[in-house]
């Protein structure tokens, strides 16, 4: 079967017997008599599954069971013991075991136990995985479900574990920072620190010390010794935000540290080391940083490891509702007002708008709306007015020959050269006409969609979200414009 298990068993004719019994149902088996051999044996390698004794002769086997629901619940308990009473039974299974078996059992006993705590692992791991493979809205502090952050959410999940250095880029406000503490706490360090340290919000002469700690006596003002962030995160994880902004003296120190582990207090004489697992992050290019000569190429490298570029809000689609709404309930909440949601005109100014202040900007946002309004849901008129008018390029055109409808219009549009030049309609000039532009739909269409797109500077999956459809539609309709044309 390929399974592992450890059994604690503090007899040892018995322990002897059931390690035989293991070895028919094709496990690897670790036999241990004492608590705390159980617990070193569990953090050196989790088994699939742990035979705990509960009377063992240095602690209770109850108290083992608490800490490995602590520490490895994904690892299958079986509670055994030669004082089987129903309250005992009762505790062990509340307390998190899969089964309870009385001493002393058979071989087919054990098997049955066995293989039913196998299938139990088996069936859990496939609604593990079906799970994961669903579309997630809620991450780890990251709200949204698009494509963009459903890729983040796996990479995060795929890389938690290991010790390699991350490297988040994103643009200011996309959750950088949020990136980082759910990789943290995702991953095998999570019950130790995740320390944070911004570099552009620290002056240039105190982040060393920041970073490493200094002695007393160091410099003016260090009246003791201090620990820095090196320090704090051992064992943990160390952030590392806007690392571009760093001084290239100071690079050449923590390219060190990152290589070896080993650091020196500022003022300080002997070397320390620690286990850190380092993430970086910037709003900036790196690489761009690097060929500047504003960042070490050699550091880049150390840290670029594992990359994650976190997309701008105004490339998430829906989770821009999403975010808004949570965000609106949980401020109405707590300044006692009665929002519900958005209305439908809002909606859509929310999703037209380009965002350039991504997450930390629509927070902003959305409290100042809860703050200065209360109703039930927020109109387009309680909406900052660079939201509620986010395309100022483009205008509605009156209605055509008393006929009430939409067309787009452009205002750099040229006035038709087909136009009499004292045409009238509804009894007006068209020269007091805001540029009204007659023609084939499809030709405003491909304007009004090719305008969206120069405002996006090419970025088609913004301008399609700016447009309410998917970028696929703007792939095919140039695709169909191509072949108007050619008629």
Known sequence: ?????????????????????????????????????????????????????????????????????????????????????????????????????????????????????????????????????LPKANYQGFIGESLAMQTVYKTIDCVANSKASVFIIGESGTGKEVCAQAIHNVG??????????????????????QIFGHTKGAYT????????AATQADGGTFFLDEICEMELELQSKLLRFIQTGVFRRVGGSKDEKVDVRFISATNKDPWQQVQEGLFRED??????????ELPPLNQRGKDILLIANKL?????????????????????????????????????????????????????????SQISKPLSNLVQAPSVYGVNQTVAVMQTAPTSSAQPENSTLDNKPLSDINMVVIEALWKTEKRTIETAIDFCEGNIPKAAAMLDISPSTIYRKKQSWADMELK
């Open 1 to 133: 079967m390929g399974f592992r298990v450890v059994l604690v068993e503090d007899s040892i004719s018995l322990g002897a017997l059931y390690t035989e019994y293991l070895y028919s149902e094709g496990a690897d088996v670790t036999l241990v008599h004492y608590g705390e051999d159980a617990l070193t044996e569990i953090h050196r390698q989790p088994p699939d599954i742990l035979i705990l004794d509960i009377k063992l002769p240095d602690m209770s086997g109850m108290d083992i069971l608490a800490q490995v629901n602590e520490s490895h619940p994904d690892i299958t308990v079986i509670m055994i013991t030669a004082h089987g009473t129903i309250d005992i039974a009762v505790d062990a299974m509340r307390s998190g075991a899969f089964d309870f078996l009385v001493k002393p059992f058979d071989s087919k006993r054990l098997a049955i136990t066995l293989r039913n705590a196998l299938k139990q692992r088996q069936l859990v791991k496939l609604v593990t995985q079906y799970e994961n493979s």
């Open 188 to 209: 095998n360090r999570k019950h130790k620190l995740f320390i944070a340290l911004n570099c552009a919000s620290i002056p240039k002469e105190l982040i060393e010390s």
């Open 221 to 228: 003002g260090a009246v003791s010794q201090r620990d820095g």
């Open 299 to 308: 550091l880049y490298y150390r840290l670029h490891v594992i990359p994650i």
């Open 328 to 384: 609106l309930k949980q401020y109405a909440k707590e300044e006692q007002k009665n929002f519900k949601g958005f209305s439908a005109a809002a909606q859509k100014q929310l999703q037209l708008y380009a965002w350039p202040g991504n997450v930390r900007q629509l927070q902003n946002i959305v409290r100042q709306i809860v703050v200065l309004n209360d109703a039930d849901e927020v109109e387009v008129a309680m909406l900052p």
